[in-house]
T-cell receptor, first 113, second 112 residues
């Protein structure tokens, strides 16, 4: 158990819908990262927050947004969902926003029908 | 563009034999390199990292990796493979902000 929690574990929804994925980092970690894992794209970095502020952005679609709240939990919002958004979404956390070990949550498997 | 590459999609090894999973990097500046393992239907687990210091890094579950600057490689090794080591292995490098850029992954199959 990494100490990073993600909910829900599974999510099945229809095209055009909007969903919210939630992540709670390890106690004491200020940095939260979101990654997408799919068969065709592999593991891709989406976005990073550090202590409530956006720190880095990767190949995140405009339909996707995220935020980190004062209690440090983070949410990833995916809207106008398409079939191609079906993937495993991981959250990870680390103590700070410099190169260091990231601890990954178990992931949320999103299926868009 | 900065990247890491894992040239083998799959590595097969017999239990008890040494294993190597290859990773090469193309990174400007200091390379911060990591290995993670993913078991089926699980999240990624940290194995080891190279930030600075000794080129031979020891990690979890008996794994180690050697940082080779001249060959720009960071291969993962284990002296004696176990069937339970069968999983998907990712090499990654970290940018200055900490975000990880992953290789495409290598499936390790250890046969009894």
């Amino acid at each position: 158990d990494s100490g990073v929690t993600q909910t829900p574990k599974h999510l099945i929804t229809a095209t055009g819908q909007r969903v919210t994925l939630r992540c709670s980092p390890r106690s004491g970690d200020l940095s939260v990262y979101w990654y997408q894992q799919s068969l065709d794209q592999g593991l891709q970095f989406l976005i990073q927050y550090y202590n409530g502020e956006e720190r880095a952005k990767g190949n995140i679609l405009e339909r996707f947004s995220a935020q980190q709240f004062p209690d440090l939990h983070s949410e990833l919002n995916l809207s106008s969902l398409e079939l191609g958004d079906s993937a495993l979404y991981f959250c990870a956390s680390s103590v700070a926003a410099f190169p260091d070990t990231q601890y990954f949550g178990p992931g949320t498997r999103l299926t868009v029908l | 563009a900065q990247s890491v590459a894992q040239p083998e999609d799959q590595v097969n090894v017999a239990e008890g034999n040494p294993l190597t999973v290859k990773c090469t990097y193309s990174v400007s500046g200091n390379p911060y390199l990591f290995w993670y393992v993913q078991y089926p239907n699980r999240g990624l687990q940290f194995l080891l990292k190279y930030i600075t210091g000794d080129n031979l890094v020891k990690g979890s579950y008996g794994f180690e990796a050697e940082f080779n600057k001249s060959q720009t490689s960071f291969h993962l090794k284990k002296p004696s493979a176990l069937v339970s080591d069968s999983a998907l292995y990712f090499c990654a490098f970290s940018s200055n902000t900490g975000k990880l850029i992953f290789g495409q992954g290598t499936t390790l199959q250890v046969k009894p």
